[in-house]
């Protein structure tokens, strides 16, 4: 990839994406939230695009929020035989998502390109839960965070490094970004604090799993710059810290957890060797662009971030778990849950 140039285009497409990028951690609740079954135990999932598994065929494509019908909670709720109610949506926040409604202009999943007139706003769905609940489980943040706009700055500022560098590290901790991200964690804190109490209020008999994020690049061994079903234009020397930024995060949500009496779910060090820059099978997460994973033939051809973006890759994925990885995460969190 030595020769790789990105076009001016690309570089325009990265450099509005900042919308787009709510995704992350990276980042639906369907029409089709299904009615539990009154003769089983209740659970309740919440959570945004990584509780969602956009991506995971097939998904809902009616509300904006992606959700795979083969997504953890779905996995979850038919091997422990619980009656579930999913409302996990792409680009969920912890205020715009699960405390209050979520805008349709914070919705990200399959499809890209909303029907005529556009996505509806979706509930907040911490409305779905009540005193009737017996398992609830959780995974956000990220989006609060504002992960999936740091993953574009390293795009961004990875553009002509040919991989070498810190561009992206150096902005956070030593330039305009710093104060910025400093006061994400401090706000995501707070919010995560708020929520954890309304769901004990809410669910006061519930067994509560705090979903955690699993790895994306714990190594930069085995990625190569300017691939976009990796990592793209970000530096390699800029893994390193995103890994580190999303144990940072993990560890937040596993304080949090810890504080409200709940259980934490690592979903991380299952997937320490299964990142963005493994291949095969042993690839449990999609790059930024890549082909889709679960059962059926279900599209979404790239628009936005994505169209201009040099590659094969059917999708704009940006680096949210795929089949294997959602599989993963099922397993984690049945075991939490057993």
Excluded at 252 to 261: E, S, T
Excluded at 333 to 338: I, K, L, S
Aim: charged share 20%; hydrophobic share 35%; aromatic share 8%.
């Amino acid at each position: 990839m030595s020769g790789f140039t990105m076009p001016a285009s690309v570089r325009a497409s990265l450099a509005a994406a900042t919308a787009v990028a709510a995704i992350l951690a990276g980042f639906g609740a369907a029409s089709a939230a299904q009615t539990p079954d009154s003769r089983s135990p209740s659970y309740v999932a919440l959570g945004d695009s990584y509780s969602a598994n956009v991506f995971v065929r097939p998904w809902n494509p009616e509300d904006g929020c992606g959700r795979s019908y083969d997504n953890y909670p779905h996995q979850v709720a038919a091997e422990l035989g619980l009656g579930l109610t999913d409302v996990t949506c792409g680009a969920a926040e912890v205020q715009d998502g699960i405390l209050g409604p979520q805008p349709a202009s914070k919705l990200y999943g399959p499809p890209a390109v909303p029907p005529p007139g556009g996505w509806r706003e979706r509930p907040a769905q911490i409305d779905a839960l009540s005193g009737r609940a017996d398992y609830v489980s959780v995974g956000i943040g990220g989006n609060t965070l504002g992960f999936g706009d740091i993953v574009t700055q390293c795009l961004e500022r990875g553009l002509g490094t040919l991989g070498f560098g810190t561009p992206c590290t150096k902005y956070y901790t030593e330039g305009d970004g710093k104060a910025w991200l400093e006061q994400k964690f401090s706000q995501l804190n707070g919010e995560f604090g708020e929520m954890m109490t309304e769901i004990r209020d809410r669910a006061p008999n519930a067994r509560v799993a705090v979903v955690g994020y699993p790895a994306i690049v714990p190594s930069s061994s085995g990625c190569t710059w300017g691939n976009f079903r990796q990592l793209g234009t970000v530096a390699k020397g800029d893994m390193p810290w995103l890994d580190g930024l999303e144990r940072q995060l993990n560890d937040l949500i596993r304080d949090q957890a810890d504080a409200h009496g709940a259980t934490y779910v690592d979903t991380y060090t299952s997937s320490t060797a299964h990142g963005v820059c493994a291949t095969g099978e042993q690839k449990w997460m999609y790059g930024v662009k890549d082909d889709l994973t679960g059962t059926g033939d279900q599209t979404d051809p790239p628009a936005g971030l994505c169209k201009d973006i040099p590659g094969e890759g059917e999708a704009c994925t940006f680096v949210h778990p795929n089949v294997r990885g959602a599989d993963n995460q099922a397993r984690q969190v049945a075991a939490a849950f057993e």
